[in-house]
């Protein structure tokens, strides 16, 4: 089946989806539609979000459907609120000339009352959240002893969401002689299990590998301190002008926290998260859908059933635990064609975490440098020229060509410059006096940017310094940083020396591993790893004062790559 015309679904389906621009199913669509047409088995289906999972279970069920039926035939449930109403358009959108089917969708936030009313209208369809289902039932206002398919989309996000009890209530509530369908991102132990307790010898689809992550997607990664996060963030929103990104935080009150900074600072950006009222995530939803905002910061929860084609970027603020859930947000940019960039702030602590998700997703996430004022500037001036040649927009005013003054004095090159300086005067200025931040200068690759030229330049600036010998260049750097200023000491970090370097082969994620496996011990506390800095011969590192010793005691027993080390406190 390569095009829907080929396939055996009804002439009304058929102008319905037509008119939607629907020509050539996706693979998942492609897979599913003929089964679900032809056979009686349970199924489950494996596909990432944004593969056409909606239509390739509805089509075929609208298909089969009994429109003279005042009963409910078809129930589907899904994890949020956002997704119950995006499933809902789309299968009435799809059975648009199937006059007497209803699609009711019932979801926490709203009255339930009115639900209830709307039930009265004896629905065929039914797509639901797990909790007001279970209300529903527990009102008397669904049965579900009629219903011949039965829909679990997004099965795993559901169980993570602890919708476990939920659904095996509804399951049970529900006909043995029903068909039931289980889509799903990811297949863990608890999706499994629900499959092998309520399906009968399922078919499974699997389209593509589980944490199959998009080839048009770049992923990068920034190493930054706790306390330089939010001004790291800041620079690299401002070094890729015209995104339309998502930023993913862990908790409620970080999302909240770094919405309030990005509108504090000018950005178009709101918050999506679990504390907001259902009227304030439906305001945030839809000024994020019509681009009034272009930043949407969100928890995974929150942020799922937000269905967007055209987001550029997705910045993961906090790493999740969960290599899937990296796999599954960084999912959400480069769709339908077009390239996207992933972009992780890691502190330096998390590095093993970063190499779990590495390692499960097989992912190439390159490191890269917070931009300095300089790359900044210049990634604006070329945002300027993309915007103003690839936005095709009507003219929004007339004016008279009289008004434009006399122009012949300037060369084009001067008018675009002095525009340019007139565009971007507030951002240059902003950054004008601002210091490079320190983790700028960590780096896993030499060729990253141009920045290698100027490591050379800075390593002849020292040239005298090393040949006086390590301890006086031990004594000098940690007194003063790069620039030669006085370097301002974090008194509950310690600075060490540590005897290997670039010539070595040491990198940065090297390091972080020695220290992590040097400082480990009973307690749970991680050690907090400051300022890291490589040069050809040696290094310095800072870590949290309490665990100066572990560090002292530990380092000297291990090797790397078969060399000797030791790390002593600068002086």
């Known amino acids: 089946m390569n095009l829907f015309t080929e396939s055996n679904l009804s002439p009304d389906i058929l102008k319905a989806i037509g008119e939607l621009g629907y020509e050539s199913p996706t693979e998942i669509q492609k897979q599913t539609i003929p089964f679900i047409l032809s056979d009686i088995r349970d199924l489950i289906a ?52 199937m006059k007497d089917i209803k699609t009711t969708a019932v979801y926490g936030g709203s009255s339930i009352m009115d639900q209830i009313r709307s039930l ?66 990811t297949m863990n132990k608890e999706v499994e299990r629900i499959s092998k307790n309520y399906l009968t010898t399922p078919h499974r689809i699997s389209v593509g590998s589980i944490n199959e992550v998009k080839k048009n997607i770049k992923h990068e990664y920034y190493v930054v301190g706790y306390r330089q996060k939010k001004e790291a963030l800041k620079r690299l929103i401002d070094a890729n002008p015209n995104q339309y990104s998502i930023l993913f935080c862990r908790t409620r009150m970080e999302t909240q926290e770094v919405a309030d900074f990005l509108m504090q600072n000018g950005y178009a950006a709101d918050a999506l998260h679990g504390d907001l009222s259902q009227a304030q995530r439906d305001t945030v939803m839809k000024k994020f859908r019509l681009k009034n905002i272009d930043i949407l910061v969100a928890t995974d929860v929150a942020a799922r059933g937000l269905d967007v084609n055209s987001l550029t970027h997705v910045i993961h603020y906090s790493l999740p635990d969960d290599p899937e859930v990296f796999v599954h947000r960084s999912g959400r940019t480069g769709r339908a064609g077009k390239d996207g960039i992933s972009i992780s702030l890691i502190k330096p602590e998390e590095s093993r975490k970063l190499k779990q998700i590495k390692s499960t997703t097989k992912i190439d996430i390159v490191e890269k440098f917070i931009p300095t004022g300089e790359d900044i500037i210049k990634a604006q001036v070329e945002g300027v020229f993309e915007k103003l040649f690839t936005e095709h927009e009507e003219d929004i005013f007339e004016f008279n060509d009289s008004l434009i003054p006399d122009l012949s004095a300037f060369t084009k090159e001067e008018l675009v410059h002095k525009l340019l300086q007139f565009q971007l005067k507030d951002l240059a200025l902003y950054y004008k006096d601002k210091h490079d931040l320190v983790d700028q200068k960590f780096s896993s690759r030499d060729d990253d940017y141009s920045r290698r030229d100027r490591d050379r330049g800075r390593d002849r600036d020292r040239g005298r310094d090393r040949d006086r010998g390590d301890r006086d260049v031990r004594g000098s750097r940690d007194s003063r940083d790069r620039g030669g200023k006085p370097r301002r000491k974090d008194e509950n970090m310690v600075r060490f020396f540590f005897n290997l370097g670039k010539k070595d082969q040491l990198k940065k994620l090297d390091v972080l591993e020695i220290i992590n496996k040097a400082t480990a011990g009973k307690s749970k506390k991680r050690a907090e790893i400051g300022d890291i800095e490589i040069l050809e011969k040696f290094s310095f590192f800072e870590v949290e004062k309490s665990f100066s010793e572990n560090v002292m005691s530990n380092i000297p027993s291990m090797k790397f790559k078969g060399k000797e080390m030791r790390a002593e406190v600068a002086n």
């Open 120 to 185: 009265k209208d004896k629905p065929q369809i039914i797509v639901g959240t797990p909790g007001r289902v279970i209300d529903l039932i527990n009102r008397k206002a669904l049965d579900f002893s009629a219903i011949h398919w039965l829909v679990l989309d997004e099965a795993d996000e559901m169980l993570s969401m602890g919708f476990k009890d939920e659904l095996e209530t509804i399951l049970r509530e529900t006909p043995d002689t029903k068909q039931t369908f289980l889509f799903s991102a």
């Open 46 to 97: 494996l596909a990432q979000t944004g593969t056409g999972k909606t239509a390739a279970f509805s089509l075929p069920i609208l298909d089969m459907i009994d429109e003279t039926s005042r009963k409910i035939q078809f129930l589907v449930l899904c994890p949020t609120r956002e997704l119950c109403l995006q499933i809902s358009k789309d299968i009435k959108n799809y059975s648009k000339y």
